[in-house]
C-alpha cells in the first residue's frame, strides 16, 4: 500500500478536514467578542476557501484509482458528485452567512463541512465498512446541525426524533450489512456479488435485503421510514434543513443504487406487472409507489412551508427511487441527473424560505402574502424553483422527471411492465401542482397586509439564490451540461 | 422568420418587466407594439411560404441528444392559419384590455408570455417542445385569472391550472411511452414529430394510448365531459384572458389532439372515430342547451364555446379532408368570434355596467346607450350562429359536410345544436340589448355609462373584418389547410394506416 497514493486520492477530503479545524480555531482564538454577523461572515469565507481546496484538489486527480481496495475509489463520477456536494456546500454556507439563529459559528460551520467530508467518502466507498463510516459522519453532523437553534423547543424535538430513528436504522443497515459478511465473507461490493452469484434467493439475503432498504429508506426518507421528515425540516434552522435535503439526498441515492445493483446483483426479481418476481426491485417499488402517493397527498394539507417542502421531499424520494429499481446504465444517469438538480432546487427553495422566516418571523403560507411586492427578486427565485419542483418545462426539474421516466418505462421496452409505475408517478406529480401553485397563490396573487414593509434580502444570500436559479433554469433549457459528466 | 414571432414576445415580457412599476402608459404601448410585431412576423412569414402543404423547418438544432428531441420549430398550412389567429387575437386582446390600471406591466407580462408559448406550440414540430410550449402556457393563464379576474377567480383559476396539468400528464404519459415503443422498434431514439409519425405502433398500443392523448389534449380543447373548466375559467378571467381562453387557448388543445395524437395514431384515431365524435355531438348540443338558460350573460358566451368547441372535434372525428379543413377553419373561426363576443359582454358592457345579470341588463336599454357594443354583438351574434357571409358558416358547413359521410345520424344531432345556437344568441342578444321590459322609475345608474373607446372600436372592426374576410373568401385559409391535409404526414390517418 502506497501512503501518498492515498492521500493524494483522499486530498479533498483533507483539505477539508483541515479547514474544519481552521474554521474551529479562527472562530476560537480571533473572533471572540465579535458580532455574530461578523463571526459568521468570516467563518464562511474561510470554510468556503476550503471548499475551493477541495475543489482544485479533486481537479488535479481527475483520474481513476482505488488504492485501498474499495475504501476509497476515485474515478470521474466520484469526482464529480464531490464537486457537486462542494457545491451545494458552498451554497447552504452562503445561505446560513446571513443567519441569526446561533451564536456559536465556528461549531455550526464546522459541522456543515464534516457532514460534507462524510458525505465525500460515501460516494468514494464501495466497501460495506466504508459506506457505514461515512454515513455515520455525515448522519452525527446533520443530528447536531438540526438541533442548532437553541432559542427554539421544537429544533432539540426535532433533532432528538431525528437522531433516534437515524439509531434505529443505523442499527437496521449494520445488521443487513452483516448478513451480507456472513453470506459472502466480504465486505467489497464486488466480491459479495461474486460471492452471491447463483445462490438464489436465500432467507438470509432477503432478510439482508430487507434492513438494507430500511436503513436507506430512512436516510431519503421513503414511506414507511419517513415520520422523521417533516419534524426535522420544520424545526431545524432553515439551512441545516437545506442541507439535510440536499447534498445528503445525492450522496444518499448515489450510494443506494450503488449498493443494490453492485452488491445485489443477481438478486433483483422483477417489478414489472403481471411479472412480478420477488427481489429487490419489487420492494423498492413498493417504497417508492407509498412515497409518491403518501407524500404529495399529505403535502396538500400542509401550512407551513417547510412541512410541505418535507413531503414534497418524500414524494420526489418516490421518483427518485423508480430510477433506481429501473436498473439501466439510461436510468443511473437519469437517477443522478434528478437529484442533482432536485438537489440544487430544493436548496434555493429553502434558502427563500430563510429569507422568508427571519423577514416575517414564521414560515406559514400566510407569511408568503404578497412576497411578489415585498421582494421580487426573491419571489422569482421562488417561482423558479416551486414551478421546477412541479415539472414544469423548460426548468431541470421537468427535463429530470422526462429522463427518469423514459429510463423507468425503457426499462422493459417489449412489454411496458414498468409502465404502472410511471403513470403512477406521473398522475401524483399532477397532484403536486396543486400544492406548489398554493404557495405561489400567496406570493403572486393574494397582498401582503397593510403597511407591510419592502424584504431586505442580504446580498450574499440573493446571489446564492439567483445562482441556483439561472442553473435551475440553464439545466432545464441545456441538460447536455450536466449530462456529459453522469 | 416565423419563430420570431415567439422570441418577440418573449423580449417583450422581458422589456416589461424591467419597466418601472407605474409606468402603466409605457406597458401598454410597449405590449401593444410586441403584439403587433408578433402579427407582422406571423403575416410575412405565412406569406412567404410558397408552398403551404410541405413542413417547411424554420430551424432545427440538437437539443438533447440522448432522447433525440430537437430544437425543431417548423410550419405547415396549419400552423400558418393558427399563428395568424394567434397573431390577431393578440393584438384585439390588448386593445380591450387598455383600461388594466392594476399592476398594468404585470398584467402584460403574463399575456405576452402565455401569446409566446401558444405561438411555440403551433410552431413545434418536436413532440417534447411542443409539450414544453404547452405547459409553458398553464402559468401565465392561472395568474392572469387568479389576479385581474373577476367572480369567483382563484377558485376558476385553479380549475383551470388543474385541468390543464393532468390533461398535459395524460399526454405526457403517452409521449413516454410512444417514445420508448418507437425507440425499440426502430433502434434510435427520437421525438421528432416527422420521425415518430412515420413509425407503425402496434395496434394494441395504439388502442389505448390514443384516447389517452387525445383526451389530455382534449381537455383544453372543451371535449365533453371535461369541459367543465370552460365555463367557469372564462367567467372568472379578465376580458382579455376569456378572449386568449377561447380564442387561442382552447385551439392549443385541439391542435395537439390533431397533430400529435391523430397523426402519430392513425389508426387509434380510427378505432374510436365513434366515440369522439359521439362526445363532440354531446358537447354540441350540450353547451347550446346549456347556454340558453343562463341568467349571466358571459357564462351564455363561456357555454357557446364549449358548443362551438364541439364542431372543431366533430370535425376531426370525421378523418376525411373536407372535416378535417372545417375542424382547422373553424378554430380560426372560433378563435376570432368568440374574442369578439367575450370583448364585448366582459369589456364593453362588464367594465361599465358592472353586472351581467340580465335581469338588470333588461332595465338598462343599453342598445341605446351603447349602440355601438349592441351592434357589434349583433354581428358578432349572427357570425356565430353561423350566417353566410361570416367565417363560422364556411367552418361549420364543412364540418357537418364531413361528418355527413361518416355518421349521418349523428350529424343530424348536431343540427339541433345549431338551432339552439340560434336561440341563446338572439335571447342573449334581446335580453342584453334590445329588451323591451319596463323601465323603473328611477333607473339604477345616475351617471352616464362611458363611451366605447377608440381601442375597442379599433379593436371590434378588425376582428369583424377577419371574420367576414374569411367568410366571403374562405380559399384564402383553405389554400393554407387543404394542400397540408394531402401531405405525407397526413397520409395515414385519411387513407388508413394498418387497419
Given amino acids: 500500500m502506497n501512503y501518498l497514493e492515498v492521500l493524494r486520492a483522499a486530498a479533498p477530503e483533507t483539505a477539508l478536514a483541515i479547514t474544519v479545524l481552521m474554521v474551529l480555531s479562527v472562530d476560537l482564538i480571533a473572533l471572540r467578542g465579535e458580532s455574530i454577523a461578523r463571526r459568521f461572515g468570516i467563518g464562511a469565507l474561510v470554510s468556503i476557501i476550503g471548499c475551493l481546496m477541495a475543489v482544485m484538489f479533486t481537479f488535479t486527480h481527475y483520474g481513476q484509482t482505488d488504492p485501498l481496495h474499495g475504501l476509497l475509489v476515485v474515478d470521474p463520477l466520484t469526482n464529480f458528485l464531490k464537486l457537486v456536494l462542494l457545491a451545494l456546500t458552498v451554497f447552504t454556507v452562503l445561505i446560513s452567512a446571513s443567519g441569526k439563529f446561533t451564536e456559536h459559528v465556528g461549531e455550526y460551520l464546522a459541522l456543515v463541512l464534516l457532514a460534507t467530508i462524510g458525505l465525500m467518502f460515501l460516494v468514494s466507498a464501495e466497501d460495506l465498512l466504508m459506506i457505514f463510516i461515512s454515513l455515520e459522519l455525515a448522519s452525527l453532523s446533520l443530528y447536531i446541525l438540526t438541533a442548532f437553534n437553541k432559542h427554539n423547543a421544537r429544533s432539540s424535538e426535532a433533532a432528538l426524533k431525528y437522531f433516534l430513528f437515524g439509531g434505529m436504522s443505523a442499527a437496521f443497515l449494520l445488521f443487513g450489512f452483516s448478513l451480507l459478511y456472513g453470506l459472502s465473507g466480504s465486505t467489497h461490493l464486488p466480491e459479495i456479488a461474486a460471492a452471491l452469484k447463483g445462490r438464489g434467493l436465500d432467507p438470509l439475503l432477503l432478510v439482508a435485503i430487507v434492513t438494507t432498504v430500511i436503513g436507506f429508506g430512512f436516510k431519503v426518507a421513503a414511506v414507511p421510514f419517513h415520520l422523521w421528515a417533516p419534524d426535522a425540516y420544520e424545526g431545524a434552522p432553515t439551512p441545516s434543513a437545506a442541507f439535510i435535503a440536499s447534498g445528503s439526498k445525492v450522496a444518499s441515492f448515489y450510494i443506494l443504487a450503488k449498493i443494490m445493483t453492485m452488491g445485489f446483483a443477481g438478486a433483483e426479481g422483477s417489478a414489472v406487472w403481471h411479472g412480478y418476481v420477488s427481489g429487490w426491485t419489487p420492494l423498492i417499488a413498493v417504497v417508492a409507489a407509498l412515497s409518491m402517493v403518501l407524500g404529495n397527498l399529505t403535502a396538500i394539507v400542509q401550512s407551513s412551508v417547510k412541512r410541505l417542502l418535507a413531503y414534497s421531499a418524500i414524494a420526489h424520494a418516490g421518483y427518485m427511487l423508480l430510477g433506481v429499481l429501473a436498473n439501466t446504465p439510461s436510468s443511473r444517469t437519469a437517477l443522478l441527473f434528478y437529484v442533482i438538480t432536485y438537489a440544487l432546487t430544493v436548496l434555493g427553495a429553502f434558502g427563500v424560505v430563510t429569507v422568508v422566516e427571519e423577514a416575517t418571523g414564521g414560515d406559514a403560507l400566510a407569511n408568503f402574502a404578497g412576497l411578489s411586492r415585498r421582494a421580487p427578486g426573491l419571489s422569482l427565485c421562488l417561482l423558479v424553483f416551486l414551478l421546477s419542483l412541479a415539472g414544469i418545462p423548460p426548468l431541470a426539474g421537468f427535463i429530470g422527471k422526462f429522463f427518469v421516466f423514459s429510463a423507468v418505462v425503457g426499462a422493459d421496452a417489449d412489454q411496458l411492465g414498468l409502465l404502472w409505475l410511471v403513470i403512477l408517478a406521473i398522475l401524483m406529480s399532477a397532484v403536486s401542482f396543486y400544492y406548489y401553485l398554493r404557495v405561489l397563490k400567496q406570493a403572486y396573487v393574494l397582498d401582503a397586509a397593510e403597511n407591510a414593509p419592502a424584504i431586505k434580502v442580504p446580498a450574499v444570500t440573493m446571489f446564492a439564490l439567483v445562482l441556483l436559479a439561472v442553473l435551475v433554469i440553464l439545466l432545464g433549457c441545456a441538460p447536455g451540461l450536466l449530462l456529459r459528466h453522469l | 422568420?416565423?419563430?420570431?414571432?415567439?422570441?418577440?414576445?418573449?423580449?417583450?415580457?422581458?422589456?416589461?418587466?424591467?419597466?418601472?412599476?407605474?409606468?402603466?402608459?409605457?406597458?401598454?404601448?410597449?405590449?401593444?407594439?410586441?403584439?403587433?410585431?408578433?402579427?407582422?412576423?406571423?403575416?410575412?412569414?405565412?406569406?412567404?411560404?410558397?408552398?403551404?402543404?410541405?413542413?417547411?423547418?424554420?430551424?432545427?438544432?440538437?437539443?438533447?441528444?440522448?432522447?433525440?428531441?430537437?430544437?425543431?420549430?417548423?410550419?405547415?398550412?396549419?400552423?400558418?392559419?393558427?399563428?395568424?389567429?394567434?397573431?390577431?387575437?393578440?393584438?384585439?386582446?390588448?386593445?380591450?384590455?387598455?383600461?388594466?390600471?392594476?399592476?398594468?406591466?404585470?398584467?402584460?407580462?403574463?399575456?405576452?408570455?402565455?401569446?409566446?408559448?401558444?405561438?411555440?406550440?403551433?410552431?413545434?414540430?418536436?413532440?417534447?417542445?411542443?409539450?414544453?410550449?404547452?405547459?409553458?402556457?398553464?402559468?401565465?393563464?392561472?395568474?392572469?385569472?387568479?389576479?385581474?379576474?373577476?367572480?369567483?377567480?382563484?377558485?376558476?383559476?385553479?380549475?383551470?391550472?388543474?385541468?390543464?396539468?393532468?390533461?398535459?400528464?395524460?399526454?405526457?404519459?403517452?409521449?413516454?411511452?410512444?417514445?420508448?415503443?418507437?425507440?425499440?422498434?426502430?433502434?434510435?431514439?427520437?421525438?421528432?414529430?416527422?420521425?415518430?409519425?412515420?413509425?407503425?405502433?402496434?395496434?394494441?398500443?395504439?388502442?389505448?394510448?390514443?384516447?389517452?392523448?387525445?383526451?389530455?389534449?382534449?381537455?383544453?380543447?372543451?371535449?365533453?365531459?371535461?369541459?367543465?373548466?370552460?365555463?367557469?375559467?372564462?367567467?372568472?378571467?379578465?376580458?382579455?384572458?376569456?378572449?386568449?381562453?377561447?380564442?387561442?387557448?382552447?385551439?392549443?388543445?385541439?391542435?395537439?389532439?390533431?397533430?400529435?395524437?391523430?397523426?402519430?395514431?392513425?389508426?387509434?384515431?380510427?378505432?374510436?372515430?365513434?366515440?369522439?365524435?359521439?362526445?363532440?355531438?354531446?358537447?354540441?348540443?350540450?353547451?347550446?342547451?346549456?347556454?340558453?338558460?343562463?341568467?349571466?350573460?358571459?357564462?351564455?358566451?363561456?357555454?357557446?364555446?364549449?358548443?362551438?368547441?364541439?364542431?372543431?372535434?366533430?370535425?376531426?372525428?370525421?378523418?376525411?379532408?373536407?372535416?378535417?379543413?372545417?375542424?382547422?377553419?373553424?378554430?380560426?373561426?372560433?378563435?376570432?368570434?368568440?374574442?369578439?363576443?367575450?370583448?364585448?359582454?366582459?369589456?364593453?358592457?362588464?367594465?361599465?355596467?358592472?353586472?351581467?345579470?340580465?335581469?338588470?341588463?333588461?332595465?338598462?336599454?343599453?342598445?341605446?346607450l351603447l349602440p355601438f357594443a349592441g351592434v357589434t354583438f349583433v354581428l358578432a351574434g349572427v357570425a356565430s350562429m353561423g350566417l353566410p357571409g361570416f367565417s363560422g358558416f364556411v367552418a361549420e358547413l364543412q364540418v357537418l359536410m364531413g361528418a355527413w359521410k361518416v355518421f349521418p345520424k349523428t350529424t343530424m344531432l348536431a343540427g339541433v345544436g345549431i338551432v339552439a345556437g340560434v336561440a341563446y344568441t338572439l335571447r342573449a342578444v334581446q335580453k342584453a340589448f334590445y329588451s323591451d321590459a319596463v323601465v323603473p322609475e328611477k333607473s339604477g345608474h345616475d351617471h352616464p355609462l362611458e363611451p366605447i373607446s377608440m381601442p375597442e372600436r379599433i379593436g371590434a372592426v378588425m376582428l369583424i373584418t377577419a371574420s367576414l374576410v374569411i367568410g366571403l373568401f374562405p380559399g384564402l385559409l383553405l389554400n393554407w389547410i387543404q394542400p397540408c391535409l394531402n401531405s405525407p404526414l397526413f397520409e395515414r390517418l385519411l387513407k388508413g394506416g394498418l387497419l
Avoid at chain 2, 387525445?214 to 375559467?233: D, E, K, N, R, Y
Fill in chain 2, 1 to 368: 422568420m416565423l419563430a420570431w414571432t415567439i422570441y418577440i414576445s418573449f423580449i417583450g415580457v422581458l422589456v416589461l418587466m424591467l419597466l418601472p412599476r407605474e409606468a402603466a402608459r409605457a406597458a401598454r404601448i410597449i405590449a401593444l407594439l410586441t403584439a403587433i410585431a408578433g402579427c407582422a412576423v406571423a403575416f410575412v412569414g405565412a406569406m412567404q411560404q410558397a408552398n403551404p402543404g410541405e413542413v417547411i423547418t424554420i430551424v432545427k438544432v440538437p437539443w438533447i441528444p440522448s432522447l433525440g428531441a430537437n430544437y425543431f420549430l417548423a410550419a405547415d398550412g396549419i400552423s400558418l392559419v393558427l399563428v395568424v389567429l394567434t397573431g390577431l387575437a393578440a393584438i384585439a386582446g390588448i386593445l380591450f384590455s387598455w383600461n388594466i390600471e392594476k399592476r398594468t406591466k404585470e398584467f402584460f407580462a403574463y399575456y405576452l408570455a402565455l401569446i409566446g408559448g401558444v405561438y411555440g406550440v403551433f410552431l413545434s414540430f418536436d413532440v417534447l417542445l411542443l409539450f414544453v410550449f404547452y405547459e409553458l402556457t398553464i402559468i401565465p393563464k392561472y395568474f392572469l385569472i387568479a389576479r385581474w379576474g373577476s367572480t369567483r377567480k382563484e377558485y376558476g383559476a385553479m380549475k383551470l391550472a388543474l385541468y390543464s396539468f393532468v390533461g398535459s400528464h395524460l399526454v405526457l404519459i403517452g409521449l413516454i411511452a410512444a417514445w420508448v415503443v418507437a425507440r425499440a422498434q426502430t433502434g434510435h431514439a427520437t421525438l421528432d414529430l416527422m420521425e415518430l409519425s412515420k413509425v407503425s405502433f402496434p395496434l394494441g398500443f395504439q388502442h389505448w394510448v390514443f384516447p389517452l392523448v387525445f383526451v389530455g389534449f382534449g381537455i383544453l380543447a372543451g371535449l365533453w365531459p371535461f369541459h367543465t373548466w370552460a365555463p367557469t375559467g372564462h367567467v372568472a378571467a379578465p376580458t382579455a384572458g376569456s378572449m386568449l381562453l377561447a380564442g387561442v387557448v382552447m385551439k392549443l388543445g385541439a391542435y395537439g389532439c390533431l397533430r400529435v395524437a391523430m397523426v402519430l395514431f392513425p389508426d387509434g384515431a380510427r378505432m374510436w372515430q365513434g366515440e369522439i365524435a359521439a362526445l363532440a355531438v354531446i358537447g354540441i348540443i350540450y353547451g347550446a342547451g346549456v347556454a340558453l338558460v343562463q341568467k349571466d350573460f358571459k357564462f351564455v358566451i363561456g357555454y357557446s364555446s364549449v358548443s362551438h368547441m364541439g364542431f372543431v372535434l366533430l370535425g376531426l372525428a370525421t378523418l376525411n379532408t373536407i372535416g378535417l379543413s372545417g375542424a382547422v377553419l373553424q378554430m380560426f373561426s372560433h378563435g376570432i368570434i368568440a374574442g369578439l363576443l367575450f370583448a364585448v359582454v366582459g369589456r364593453m358592457v362588464y367594465d361599465r355596467t358592472h353586472t351581467r345579470d340580465f335581469n338588470d341588463l333588461q332595465t338598462m336599454q343599453l342598445g341605446k
